[in-house]
């Protein structure tokens, strides 16, 4: 029989164990960035361009939909099982991508893959909390977003470069020694341990949360899937959504084993936090792409130019995060760095609303590095937090949710920013040429100086609207965070491998 505590491991082995832990999320998290620069020839071989944006699509609706679910297996069974079925479902999936013969067959091989990619980042979290104790699993958790630095930065060069010499299938079937390689290492180095409860699968729980996030991850990609957010058909989606979570709740009130218990929702940090990931997913994932589409059509940079400046993004985010680890371990308080890191960001996004035609690169990448510190700095205290906040037998299911509310932010965040552009851009009419919107960054830069200025000058007022939505957002969650109630973690476990006391004192 499996113990019932995680066992006490020691620090070499915690270190091993951590390594394939990051492996997994590498390889999880890398697969969304490869695939962007692979999509022009994957659409040349298969065709069906009508479709393609279901290769992005589906993989985050199974990915987001099924985040809870793991959380709460986790929670149910252990972490050990789970975390290596997500591995192995992800590496069937990076198989199935690899032989798709069709545009539909590589859609659904995508939805495989994210279903075990949501189960890969839930599972991860959850299992720091059972090894590290809150104040160092802050500092390991800041590792986590190096890895995330990482994929980010290499993925969409490594994308193009392996699809360019070895063809598409291989950015997917690339997955399968990293993925054998992870299951080994967690098969023989992870112990397993159940907890000491009945486990009863919600599975009416579970259907009726998966319809309502579904609907709501559609709805904010309607845009490009139903041609507008506003359709009859796209405004099924969130009437389906709110009528499931509805019965969400009914259901949930009277499981012996709720998805997410609902008690959560009742304690104040758990629910403010929540607040806070949806509005931080919205600017660290919603505004990666419009940073992009922003340098490009602003200045005229190509777009291996314009992904310079995303070198200050990651460093920043790489500064932020191992100095929030360090800082959170040392002084044992989350809170005051949240602050200072959603702070920072609304001041980074103004300056980027409010910079002028033609402003110093300089400028441009100073605001960059300083909301990659900023983002950095508020990556890893919604995590930490919504786990004190839960008892020790949720904290599966609360990762669960925080994970869910930074990718469901992202999703709607992404949406609101590109109908903003969108409505903004089609007020801008350049002489002889039509709507700025409609004309490509090549063409912009062949114009006149005059047409090339006035081109770049709509989009830039675009933005700044994108940018001010941005800082709202932000604005939304520190308000969030400054009325979080102040906990100070303890430093260590307790002797016999019993959790710690989450919170030491409430100040």
Known sequence: MPPTTMPELDARRRTVIFCFLM??????????????????????????????????????????TIMPVYGKLGDLFGRKYVMMS???????????????????SLIAARMLQGLGAGGIM???????????????????QSFSSLVLMASGSVGPALGGAMSEHFGWR???????????????????????????????????????????????????????????MFTPVALLLPAA????????????????????????????????LLIVSVCTGGTAIGLVNYHALFLQMTTGLSPSAAGLFFIAVTGGIALGSLSAGRLIEKTGVYKPWLVCGLAL??????????????????????????????IGLGQQAPVIGVQIAAPARDTGAATGSVT??????????????GA??????????????GAAAELPREQIAALPPALRDAAAGAFNDAFTWVYTAAVVLVLIGLAAALALKPVELAPARKPGGAQPDAVLAQR
């Open 241 to 272: 959504s709110a009528l499931a979570l509805w019965l969400w709740l009914r259901i949930e009130r009277r499981a012996p084993e709720p998805i997410i218990p609902l008690p959560l929702f009742g304690q104040r940090n758990f629910a403010l």
């Open 86 to 104: 997500a591995v192995a479902l992800f590496t069937l999936g990076s198989l199935a991508c690899g032989m798709a013969w069709s545009m539909d």
């Open 23 to 64: 492996l997994s999320m590498f390889m999880a998290t890398l697969d969304t960035h490869v695939v962007s620069t692979a999509l022009p020839t994957i659409i040349g071989e298969f065709g069906a361009i009508e479709r393609f944006g279901w290769i992005g699509s589906a993989y985050l609706l199974t990915q987001s």
């Open 345 to 374: 960001s609304a001041c980074c996004l103004a300056g980027l609303a409010l910079l002028p035609l033609h402003a110093p690169f300089w400028l441009m990448a100073g605001l960059l590095l300083g909301q990659g510190v900023a």
């Open 122 to 140: 839930v599972s991860i979290f959850s299992i720091n909390a059972d090894m590290f104790a809150p104040r160092l699993r802050a500092r390991y």
């Open 170 to 228: 291989s950015i997917f079937l690339i997955n399968l020694p990293v993925g054998i390689a992870a299951l080994t290492g967690l098969a023989l180095l992870l112990p397993h341990w159940r907890p000491d409860r009945k486990p009863k699968i919600d599975y009416p729980g579970a259907a009726t949360l998966a319809v309502a996030i579904a609907g709501v991850v559609l709805w904010a990609d309607a845009r490009s899937l139903f041609g507008g």
């Open 404 to 417: 869910l509310a930074r990718m469901g932010g992202a999703s709607l965040a992404i949406s609101i920013y």
């Open 420 to 433: 903003l552009l969108a409505a903004q851009l089609g007020a801008h009419a350049l002489p002889g040429l």
